[in-house]
């Protein structure tokens, strides 16, 4: 059963910085592209970013692109997010989502979410 569950979400002040975390099971984790997902309070989903397998290529939403960092460890099968300078406007449940194959062509599961909430 494939299962992710992210982490790291929390209260942060503007300008302030975060680290989400994702652990993967129930597949081949290096086999896969990943990438994270955000819903922000009434709004529909946006992506926001993502990384092949190796970690070789990674894209990124133009509104964090220079501001947040996605990364991968293959060997611990986990998914990371890094997020600096964040703003009002980056608070969201954010999901870290499986590729359904080695390229980008499309997500069949999700995590449950983690929240991240920035304000002051």
């Known amino acids: 059963e494939v299962q992710l569950v992210e982490s790291g979400g929390g209260l942060v002040q503007p300008g302030g910085s975060l680290r989400l975390s994702c652990a993967a099971s129930g597949f081949t984790f290096e086999d896969f592209a990943m990438s994270w997902v955000r819903q922000a309070p009434g709004k529909g989903p946006e992506w926001v970013s993502s990384?092949?397998?190796?970690?070789?290529?990674?894209y990124y939403t133009d509104s964090m692109k220079g501001r947040v960092t996605i990364s991968r460890d293959d060997a611990k099968h986990m998914l990371y997010l890094q997020m600096n300078s964040l703003n009002s406007e980056d608070t969201a449940v954010y999901y870290c989502?499986?590729?359904?194959?080695?390229?980008?062509?499309?997500?069949?599961?999700w995590g449950k979410g983690t929240l991240v909430t920035v304000s002051s």
């Open positions: 990384i092949s397998v190796n970690g070789i290529t990674t």
């Open positions: 989502a499986k590729h359904r194959s080695s390229w980008f062509n499309g997500m069949d599961y």
